[in-house]
């Protein structure tokens, strides 16, 4: 059996004409690292220094350890700690939740995958391996697949850029190919039998779950700007959104941005009984506006009423009815009814490279159409009145009241 030597001693000429005696040192895999000088020109002398440096720990420079996966990942995503989000945070507006969602993506299943090896081992087969491992034996949908894999790219190229490694191995490997899947939304007739009738009857006794629905149907609302909404922001033309409540608390929107929406007398009426109840504080509180209802509580509420004018559990999960899907409604509704679409974007928030600034200071008349089109909707015209009680002669149009 051969045995290896610590160290490898060899003669180079340097750029002077100089002969000086370099060395070739291992790593614990046994890999060769490039040669390095002793800066001695006899093997003796060269041979006591590197056994010198052998004994100190030194003879591979710390600058030359490649960490493994593991190792590079310490403190990655946690927000006090994370170089990264640190450097991210000064150029780019971070939220929590993205790097909570990307530390459980990490600890989940990229650091158990990748852990034990070096970085400069991780190959673009290995890459490949792991999204097929995801696909395979984990059975995440492509989509899935595609966050994971995409927080391993950003742990890769910024490994890249701090000279951890030369080169990402993701770097030429393209996403999963993800199937996009129509959504259903809600029609014009499931809206009118939602709305404009009974309500009590579709919605139970208390007024939350269908004010919080009504009001994200007429303004696309996100479910986290409906329960930050404060009784304060309630006026007589409009409301004001600038803030969200969700899991991280009571904080800025999602797109950092705040926007005055136009509403029908009828909807600020509604919003004002529930202002009665709640004062200044959340609107949509069920302890005195202190704080608002849990999000879960508005999407039972949906699917409940969902089902009471006709829609089975089945149909409400294969065309993926939530309360998000408000927002896709209202904006076809402003399309169709003429809007442009820097227009649109104004009203539910939505970013592009078209968005413009014209609506930061909110004038009513802009917003005239938008009003139109939320009038028409929560109308109970004799057309639709008529195809609603068709379908359900028990329809009946009743007014609000909070305190029923």
């Not at 984990?138 to 790219?153: D, E, F, I, S, V």
């Not at 986290?224 to 929107?253: A, M, P, S, W």
Request: net charge positive.
């Amino acid at each position: 059996m051969k045995i290896r030597n610590d160290f490898t001693l060899f003669y180079r000429v340097v750029p002077s004409g100089k002969r000086v005696v370099y060395y070739y040192a291992y790593d614990e895999n046994g890999r060769r690292l490039h040669g390095r000088s002793t800066g001695e020109t006899t093997m003796t002398a060269a041979r006591v220094k590197c056994n010198r440096l052998f004994k100190a720990g030194d003879l591979v420079p710390k600058k030359d350890y490649v960490p493994t996966f593991a190792e590079y990942a310490k403190g990655w995503w946690d927000w006090d700690v994370c170089e990264y989000l640190r450097k991210r945070r000064k150029r780019h507006a971070l939220t929590r939740g993205y790097a909570d969602v990307s530390k459980k993506y990490l600890e989940n299943v990229i650091l158990p995958y990748f852990g034990k090896m070096k970085m400069d081992e991780i190959t673009s087969g290995d890459v490949e391996r792991f999204l097929d491992y995801m696909t395979g034996e984990k059975k995440y949908k492509h989509a899935t697949a595609n966050r994971y894999y995409g927080t391993l790219q950003t742990m890769l190229n910024e490994a890249v850029c701090r000279g951890v490694i030369a080169k990402n191995p993701a770097e030429h490997i393209n996403k999963l190919r993800v199937g996009k899947k129509a959504i259903r939304i809600v029609t014009g007739l499931e809206f009118k039998k939602l709305f404009i009738g009974d309500w009590q009857r579709v919605w139970g006794d208390c007024p939350i779950g269908y004010t919080a629905n009504k009001l994200a149907a007429v303004t696309g609302m996100r479910i986290g700007e409906v329960l930050g909404l404060k009784g304060c922001y309630v006026f007589d033309e409009h409301i004001y959104v600038c803030k969200q409540y969700d899991n991280y608390g009571y904080r800025d929107t999602k797109t950092k941005d705040t926007k005055n929406i136009p509403l029908p007398a009828l909807m600020i009426e509604e919003l004002k009984e529930l202002k009665k109840i709640n004062g200044e504080g959340f609107v949509f509180s069920s302890n005195g506006g202190v704080k608002p209802v849990a999000k879960v509580t508005l999407m039972r509420y949906l699917k409940s009423a969902l089902q009471k004018i006709g829609v089975s559990k089945d149909e409400i999960k294969e065309r993926q009815l939530c309360f998000h899907g408000w927002r896709h409604f209202f904006n076809t509704e402003l399309l169709k009814g003429g809007l442009t679409i820097p227009q649109a974007q104004a009203i539910t928030g939505h970013k592009s490279e078209r968005m413009t600034e014209l609506y930061n200071h909110f004038d009513p008349c802009e917003f005239l159409k938008a009003r139109e089109i939320q009038d028409e909707l929560l109308r109970p015209s004799n057309e639709t009145r008529e195809e609603a009680v068709n379908a359900d002669p028990d329809l009946k149009v009743l007014p609000f009241n909070a305190s029923a």
